[in-house]
Structures are given as structure tokens and as C-alpha cells.
């Protein structure tokens, strides 16, 4: 069965806030999930230089991580995907409990719209 997060509003941005910005999915059952993919929108642009890392952890333990590079050159509004079976193929991300989705860059121009797991 597909489960969705909503994310309505931008990481904290800022001077002061440069690293480890984004959200967090947890499984508050204890019951390991497959995270299968998400779909971001575009607030500002993108460039060569934009990230999105995901990290997946089971049972406290990171077990798999990524760093994806989203397209180039898109404008507010646009949406993109990154999936499991394209983008990140680890069969780990069949079996977590916790995933971080982080935006490496100092400059937070996307929010998440929908993580499907």
C-alpha cells in the first residue's frame, strides 16, 4: 500500500542555517517501509550546483545514502521526480524505518510536494 508525505512549507533558510536542511520520514510503528520515490517543485531555480541527498536508516542505523542532482535550468513552478527504479536503485531503500531528504546547498529552492513509500 502507497503512503504519501505533504510537505506545505520551505526548510529553514538563512545565513545561519547552511547545512542539514529538509525534512524527515519516520515510521512511528516500528515497521520498515520501501521508499520509492518523490516529487519536488521548483520555488526559485536549479542550477549545475543544486543537490537533494537522501539518507535511509534502519533500526538507528544509516544504511543507505544518495546525493541526486535534479535538472538543470528549471524555473518556479516545475516539478521533477527522482525514483527508485532510475535514480537510486539500492535494494536498502526496500528496507527503512527513517529517511532524510537534505538539501546540501546553502540556498533552499525546492520543497517537496510528495514522497511515496
Known sequence: ????????????????????KGYKLTEQSGTHFSFDGMTLVVAGSTDSNSRVKLTGYADNTETVSVELTPPAGLGPGSNFSFTRSSDFNNALWQNVDVVEITFPDADVTMIMILATR
Open 1 to 20: 500500500m502507497a503512503n504519501s508525505f505533504y510537505g506545505n512549507s520551505f526548510p529553514q533558510t538563512g545565513a545561519a542555517v547552511t547545512v542539514n
